[in-house]
């Protein structure tokens, strides 16, 4: 028999929370669970589930708004008819900007809810309604032991309501055996040294602290190209060309390359020299996982979820917005080559045995039958 999952997003555009849910439902037993996902407008996303064989359905979705209450509560019912339509088993919002909406709809429709929780405080920062949802979903997942702890410790969330689940990363799609020509050819960067940056332009993310650092490291070797890979439709346009700007000012542009969202992360990751993740606070960092996989050697800021992903053998923690360190690590990664390689070899050996997909998709599933079976139970009793 297969259960079908509902999993409620709020855009449709393509960051990591999406990521990670595609990378889940590309692999769960669908002989057990039939997985249909809920969006507001056709885009990027729908076009891959699609790809994948996998329902969506476009639904109007918004986050909780006292202004817009009346609206709010509209698509609250348009939600649960949804569920109840197609007989629903389980409703899983994918971030906690939905996190209200799903709860409140699965809860007029009679089934239970989980709550993807993928950020921290103060984004995590909750009123009265997205605490209510918290405490009274059937379960939490937390992506990160940080982000367990600031649930229960700033919002008040039971311990034992959260199970912590790491994102995973299929080690077949991310590999140091994918070939990285392509790339190189593109952008015509020869033989140049690549230093990465992953993600959406917003100020948390780091893109400033990194470019400071780029300026401050071409002084030592010019040979060096820092790649930006991310746009600004989950960020802030006004941030990206004020970066854009920077670079300019910061006489980078000769050593700056913005190549913009791309999709095609596995032919890219394996051809940098070594990835660089300086958010102030970040809650997991799937871009090291990923980087890990292909055998890329990290440079992370000291924050959020990274201590947990990283160790001294397979990347190197950083004070947050320390230009001096950042410069000093990236140096020293570029003059020893051995020793990068000998960490993205450890990176990838802790990616296969932590964070693999597969590991990730049990953890799920296991859940998933947990919550189904005891919701069972309950009513074959009740119905006694």
Not at 234 to 249: M, P, Q, V
Not at 317 to 335: A, C, F, H, R, Y
Request: glycine residues 6%; proline residues 4%; charged residues 25%.
């Amino acid at each position: 028999m297969s259960y079908k999952i509902l999993y409620v997003n709020g855009t449709s555009n393509i960051g990591g929370a999406e990521v990670s849910l595609l990378s889940l439902l590309k692999e769960i037993n669908k002989d057990y669970f039939c997985p249909i996902v809920v969006v507001p407008t056709n885009g990027l996303l729908t076009e891959k589930l699609k790809r994948f064989g996998i329902e969506a359905e476009v639904i109007r979705i918004t986050e909780f708004s006292r202004r817009k209450f009346l609206q709010f509560l509209v698509n609250v019912f348009r939600l649960a008819f949804f569920i109840r339509k197609k007989n629903i088993k389980l409703v899983q919002s994918n971030s906690i900007y939905v996190a209200e909406q799903s709860f409140l709809a699965a809860k007029l429709a009679g089934v239970p809810c989980i709550c993807h929780v993928r950020d921290l405080a103060p984004v995590l920062g909750a009123g009265m309604l997205r605490s209510m949802a918290f405490k009274n979903a059937q379960r939490i997942i937390a992506i990160s032991e940080a982000v367990k702890k600031d649930l229960v410790e700033k919002l008040r969330i039971p311990e034992n309501k959260i199970i912590r689940i790491y994102n995973g990363v299929d080690t077949k799609e991310f590999s140091p055996d994918i070939s990285t020509n392509n790339f190189r050819d593109e952008f015509m960067l020869g033989s140049k040294k690549l230093v990465g940056m992953i993600g959406r332009f917003s100020p948390e993310k780091g893109q400033e602290f990194f470019l400071k650092a780029a300026a401050e490291i071409i002084k030592e070797n010019n040979e060096v190209i820092f790649i930006f890979v991310g746009d600004a439709k989950l960020g802030s346009e006004k941030f990206k060309e004020g970066i854009i700007d920077l670079s300019s000012r910061l006489n980078l542009k000769d050593n700056t390359l913005f190549v913009g969202f791309r999709d095609d992360l596995p032919n890219i990751l394996p051809v940098l020299d070594m990835l660089v993740v300086p958010s102030r606070a970040e809650p997991f960092g799937r871009v090291i996982i990923e980087a890990f996989a292909c055998g890329v050697p990290v440079i992370a800021a000291n924050s959020g979820a990274t201590p947990e992903i990283i160790s001294k053998d397979s990347g190197i923690l950083i004070e947050p917005n320390n230009i001096g360190q950042l410069k000093q690590s990236v140096i020293e990664l570029l003059k020893n080559p051995l020793r990068a390689k000998q960490m993205g070899q450890e990176g990838r050996k802790i990616v296969l045995e932590k964070f693999n997909i597969s590991k990730h998709v049990l953890a799920v599933s296991e859940l998933y039958r947990e919550i189904i079976c005891r919701r069972r139970n309950v009513s074959s009793n009740e119905g006694k």
